[in-house]
């Protein structure tokens, strides 16, 4: 587009980015007014209104929305130019970045990277720990290339992303060996049982909480924690702090597998899910390409 401004495009990013002009202005250090005059002469180059105004700053127009994803392309495509320049130049190694969406256990995290360098060894690999909805955000504008997260968020998407279910492990209730045999077999012997529970953002966290509301008259939960990290929550177990849902991939592997005893048999009857999400947009990098459609169609933790 000939009378695009990249100039114009970039302090409208900035704005976006900042959520006013005002916070923008500051980073920038450039006058409010000239600030506003670059982003509408950018809106009448482009014939769209871009960001609306509002009284805590400004939102962005599904125009806006648009315009602002590819902007989070190019300025990023930029940002690592001028890194490979200031290595010396020519040729940037390929690297793929991996999101780690909590809560997902480290133990998923290895065998994932163990594939990605069995099929491609020349690949660098950095990885990236957000929420699930931060990972979403940054797979949608290129800021992380694949996810992986207990939760399917691809299906809210709209077709902006792709994903597989990787693996799917039922949760047992675990225990340090010496309040296992406090408690005692289903039904617990203690009226009041502590549980270490996942956080909010868990997607099993409703479903645990169904449980124990439908068992409320066998366990009533003293609520230890809410973490969102398992392998703390396996430390904390393992050390007697209290008993927790635990996947059996998590609870076979890691410092903590030999502290840890099973209660009540099969209870408490939930799975929990893993995901892997990559954008529907092909990769630029073709090395990176390669890999992200043997993790969509080949990997497995099962």
């Known amino acids: 587009m000939d009378n695009l ?15 006013s002009i005002a916070k923008a202005r500051e980073e920038l250090r450039l006058s409010q007014p000239a600030l506003s005059l670059q982003l509408k002469r950018l809106e009448r180059d482009l014939g769209k209104k871009l960001l609306s105004r509002g009284r805590t700053g400004v939102e962005l127009t ?17 940002e690592r130019l001028s890194a490979a320049l200031r290595r010396g ?26 594939f990605v360098k069995s099929e491609r060894s020349e690949l660098q690999v950095r990885l990236v720990e957000g929420t699930v909805d931060d990972m979403e955000e940054r797979l949608r504008r290129g800021g992380v290339d ?6 399917d968020f691809a299906a809210r998407a709209g077709g902006a992303f792709r994903s597989r279910l990787v693996g799917r492990f039922p949760l047992h209730f675990m225990a340090a060996p010496a309040l296992a045999r406090r408690l005692g077999a289903y039904p617990p012997k203690a009226a009041v049982v502590p549980v270490i529970f996942r956080s909010p953002d868990a997607s099993v966290r409703r479903r645990f909480e169904d449980y124990l509301r439908r068992r409320r008259a066998q366990i009533t939960p003293m609520v230890v924690a809410e973490i969102d990290d398992p392998d703390l929550i396996r430390e904390l177990v393992a ?5 927790a849902a635990l996947n059996a991939f998590a609870t076979k592997n890691g410092s903590a597998k030999r502290r840890l005893v099973p209660l009540w048999g099969n209870e408490p009857g939930i799975e929990e899910d893993v995901w892997v999400v990559a954008s529907a947009r092909e990769h630029p990098d073709p090395v990176v390409r390669n890999i992200i459609g043997p993790l969509l169609s080949q990997f497995s933790l099962t």
């Open 5 to 19: 401004n990249y100039r114009h495009l970039f302090y409208f990013w900035r704005i976006a980015k900042a959520g």
């Open 62 to 78: 599904p125009e806006g929305r648009f315009v602002f994803e590819h902007c989070e392309r190019i300025f990023l495509y930029g």
């Open 89 to 114: 130049g020519g040729a940037e190694a390929s690297a793929l970045a991996i999101g780690v969406a909590r809560p997902v256990s480290g133990e998923f995290v290895l065998p994932l990277l163990r």
């Open 146 to 151: 694949v996810v992986i997260a207990d939760q």
């Open 239 to 243: 050390d007697g702090a209290g008993i």
